[in-house]
């Protein structure tokens, strides 16, 4: 079984030391709850058609440090088929910073990082392939309450490996 890549490590060591600092400055600024900070949200979606399946499921949560900035993380897990073709399981995490200049639009960095392992139909003769595929979305929406409409654009986005058909994603973003 491979080891995450070196940059989920560093990733992840360097969100628990901004986030425990940050929470620290909070704390003497606020002594409100931690919990009444937290805010869950995700996405799932479900596609079908001629013979194909899709199926998501994508929990996130944020700690709000003010009415400005946010910072969380997000897990993701797809399974695809397409009968005859492939199938495809695809499990990751992500880490997401975002920031609101202003009540109405919220910007957003993002860094995923997906496990691909996708499975080709034997009488097709194509390689069945296992990786790792690293995502790092920068995006802007419009925020609405606890929605967001928005774009995002991957800066490391592969044709190869990538999971997405292209480097620009629309999303719908919601925290409760």
């Known amino acids: 079984m491979k080891t995450f890549p070196l940059i989920i490590k560093i990733s992840i060591v360097f969100f628990a030391i901004n986030f425990s600092y940050l929470n620290t400055l909070n704390a003497q600024e606020n002594k409100s709850d931690f919990w009444n900070q937290v805010r869950f949200g995700g996405g799932i979606g479900l596609s079908f058609g001629d013979n194909f399946f899709s199926a998501t499921l994508a929990p996130s949560a944020i700690y709000e440090f003010n009415n400005q900035v946010a910072l969380g993380f997000g897990l993701n897990g797809t399974y695809n088929k397409q009968k005859d073709f492939y199938k495809s399981t695809i499990l990751g995490g992500s880490l997401i910073g975002l920031f609101n200049p202003v009540d109405q639009i919220q910007l957003s960095a993002e860094f995923e990082e ?3 392992n996708r499975r080709f139909d034997n009488n097709l003769n194509l ?8 995502a790092l979305y920068v995006g802007a929406g419009y925020r609405n309450g606890h929605v967001t409409f928005g774009v995002r654009y991957d800066l490391l986005y592969d044709e190869n490996k990538s999971i997405y058909a292209n480097a620009w994603a ?4 919601f925290y409760f």
Not at 127 to 134: A, C, M, V
Not at 170 to 173: A, K, L, N, S
């Open 114 to 116: 997906l496990h691909v």
């Open 127 to 134: 390689e069945n392939d296992t990786y790792w595929s690293p």
């Open 170 to 173: 629309p999303f719908v973003r």
